[in-house]
């Protein structure tokens, strides 16, 4: 029996800190390829490449890495190796900048969070989503695009930005609705989209970083957003696409009156 200790971020990409094994594995490679197949789908990225694994507490890198032969009751220790701190996720879209930060759940980041980080940081347009609601950064990057031609052409489905980008992501044109689904949910992790210049957004970076995941946008979100909008395979087929769900998902937030 071959007990795995996950610490850091392992522990959120198996929602358990302590995996005891049943199958047989002889090696560290085995141990992750194992790991690998038993990860639950939609939690946080299990990123093989990073990782820090001891073998009763000796580094594994100190004996012969991921060929390092394991035994019954050895106790595996796995940590997530976080380089130079959180990554940013930073784009443009048109003439704009944009960042999205991923913010995990924290009990200093009260129900008033959103409202006064948009009293304290006044030059950018914020605004908090579900994260279960983004596929990816593309997929934020084409719905802030359909937003900011909309204000452009004042066809917005709201009188605020930030409201319209809420209204696209959730796919509905009832704001009540969209602050309901897509909306910042209480007790649990969100993200933020904020747009202005580089060195504002840099100022909010700053402030947030103790709450960022240190891998941000790493969930897994296909079942969720297949189900929440009603997507089914002869649709995505249809598509004809290498991002088939990306493009229904645009497609329907584009269309909406």
Do not use: C, W
């Not at 090696?27 to 990073?50: A, H, M, S, V």
């Not at 394991?70 to 190796?81: G, K, V």
């Amino acid at each position: 029996m071959i007990t795995v200790k996950l610490l850091g971020g392992a522990k959120k990409s198996f929602s358990t800190d302590k995996i005891i094994l049943e199958k047989r594995v002889d090696t560290i490679n085995e141990l992750i390829t194992y790991l690998i197949g038993i990860k639950p789908k939609e939690t946080l990225e299990f990123d093989t490449k990073n990782l820090l694994i001891a073998v009763n507490g000796i580094d594994s890198s100190a004996l012969k890495g991921y060929n390092t032969k394991l035994s019954d009751n050895d106790e595996i220790s796995i940590i997530p190796i976080i380089h130079g701190g959180s990554r940013r996720t930073q784009f443009s879209v048109g003439q704009s900048n944009v960042e999205i930060f991923d913010v995990l759940f924290d009990k200093k980041l009260h129900r008033d969070f959103l409202d006064e980080l948009r009293t304290s940081h006044k030059q950018l347009t914020i605004q908090a989503i579900n994260p279960q609601f983004l596929l990816n950064s593309q997929h934020a990057k084409k719905i802030l695009a359909i937003s900011f031609h909309a204000k452009k052409t004042k066809t917005m489905l709201s009188k605020k930005i930030e409201t319209d980008i809420l209204i696209r992501f959730a796919v509905t044109t009832q704001i009540s609705e969209a602050i309901k689904n897509s909306g910042r949910k209480m007790n649990t992790d969100f993200l933020i989209i904020a747009i202005g210049k580089k060195s504002s957004l840099s100022r909010l970076y700053s402030e947030l970083k103790p709450f960022l995941n240190q891998q941000p946008l790493s969930r897994n979100n296909q079942s969720f957003l297949k189900k929440q909008f009603n997507i089914s395979k002869n649709q995505l087929s249809a598509a004809q696409s290498k991002d088939s769900l990306e493009d229904i998902i645009v497609e329907k937030a584009a269309v909406l009156v």
